[in-house]
């Protein structure tokens, strides 16, 4: 309830004034021309056009008497805005919406504060005005999985590691390249068109999204990397492309068309995909659903030891429950490494380079410049696509390739260099750099 003042006025609706404009600019039209804008013969119909009015609304001014007259119009006091305190009332109505399963809505939010705040007093577009003020957005991105992961404990740690060699390669002048994968459906086109809801103006699309191309690729501020675009045909019946992806297809990229056509000192930025995160052999941890002999086998073939430091043998497992081996198993679980450090690693021995790898903390597409180069791509395909043919998609897939050449590189790093910095500042600020000495001990646990 806003407060009001009273007093004796007349009320002029915006109407009226514009009615009163219409009619002063048509007589002056006349003053000029010296002579009469409407023929006098019909006077309803000179009425109408001196006031600008359809012939309807003209109708209904006439007929109806609802023209108010003199009397008291209610002011609102403009200075009068909403409390801090009242502000502080919104959030937790709107989380009761989520706990009950409502949708919030203005209109459930607003019935919502009212029952748990009989005491408030303000009406639609202050709450509207408010819920803007303090952070709230009315979009389909709603907070998920992804965005809790982002800022889940462990990850951010990852990512303060990872923005801190970011900063250090760049300073030791390493060049970073960006590799990453994706893919393109046969019959994809724009998400919104203009149309008239008629099937003249649209588009007669193939129904599903069809075949798929599968795409990897790397590139830096030079350009792509040269050799390092590949594309195939993926299998339409798996839903997610990264089925297309496997640890030997990744690793034969990497040896074939990726390591031998970067600098000998370059940095390598990758994503946590399971295939990027594919673990050595003797890193693997026992799985809970292995025999009890195979779990002793395991244990056995790593020499674990019990309490007393005295290694176990298969005689002494075989008189445990499998529950208690497994616990044992998962005790002496062993810190994980990933494949592709061995990989580069050997690389560097046998070709005198000392090319690093920075693994990228999950859900942080922003920060891997590669990422927008895909959205150019398959926005240019999405519009270009008129035969939702699998040859003209790889035409067109390849020649944009051919397109996007260092000037757009360099703008994607820029953009994604910007998201580094704020990070930095950003977790300097709340965790005060702390996380960096600890990361460690738990590089490999989290994988996308």
């Known amino acids: 309830m806003v407060a009001k003042n009273k007093k004796k006025t007349h009320i002029y609706r915006t109407c009226c004034q514009t009615i009163v404009k219409n009619v002063q600019r048509v007589c002056n039209e006349e003053k000029l021309a010296n002579a009469r804008m409407f023929s006098l013969t019909r006077a309803s119909d000179r009425a109408r056009n001196y006031c600008g009015l359809s012939s309807s609304t003209m109708h209904n001014l006439l007929t109806n008497d609802f023209v108010l007259a003199e009397g008291e119009m209610d002011i609102r006091d403009s200075r009068r805005k909403i409390t801090e305190e009242d502000e502080a009332l919104i959030r937790p109505s709107l989380v009761n919406l989520i706990l009950a399963k409502v949708n919030p809505t203005l209109n459930s939010l607003l019935s919502q504060i009212k029952i748990d705040n009989p005491t408030w007093e303000w009406g639609r577009t202050t709450l509207y005005e408010a819920l803007k003020r303090i952070g709230f ?213 046998n070709n005198n380079t000392d090319i690093k790898i920075n693994m990228l903390p999950v859900a942080h597409p922003v920060l891997n410049p590669i990422e927008l180069l895909w959205n150019w791509i398959k926005t240019h395909v999405r519009n270009n696509n008129t035969t939702f043919s699998m040859v003209d998609i790889e035409t067109l897939t390849r020649a944009r390739v051919q397109e996007l050449d260092s000037t757009w590189w360099i703008k994607a790093c820029d953009h994604s260099h910007k998201f580094a910095e704020n990070y930095q500042v950003a977790d300097n600020i709340v965790f005060n750099g702390e996380l960096i000495a600890n990361v460690g001990e738990m590089e490999e646990e989290i994988v996308d």
């Open 137 to 349: 957005k009315f979009n389909n991105k709603a907070y998920g999985y992804y965005d809790k992961l982002r800022e889940d404990e462990d990850n951010v740690a990852l990512r303060v590691k990872y923005i801190a060699n970011y900063f250090k390669y760049i300073d030791e002048g390493r060049y970073m390249v960006y590799m990453d994968e994706s893919w393109i459906n046969k019959n994809a086109r724009p998400g919104k068109v203009w149309h008239d809801g008629t099937s003249e103006t649209v588009f007669d699309v193939p129904h599903g999204k069809g075949a798929r191309w599968i795409l990897i690729g790397a590139g830096g501020k030079n350009g792509w990397v040269e050799n390092s675009f590949r594309m195939w045909k993926g299998n339409v019946k798996s839903e997610d492309y990264h089925h297309e992806m496997n640890t030997e297809i990744f690793e034969d990229w990497n040896l074939k068309y990726l390591l031998p056509n970067i600098p000998p000192n370059s940095v390598i930025v990758m994503d946590r995909a399971s295939y990027h995160c594919a673990l050595t052999d003797d890193s693997k941890p026992a799985v809970n659903v292995w025999t009890k002999q195979q779990l002793i086998d395991w244990l056995i073939s790593r020499g674990i030891k019990d309490e007393q430091g005295v290694v176990y043998t298969n005689e002494v497992l075989l008189g445990f429950s499998k529950a208690y081996i497994w616990s044992i198993c998962h005790t002496n679980r062993p810190a994980k490494k990933f494949k592709i450090f061995d990989i580069i690693n050997e690389y560097n021995r």
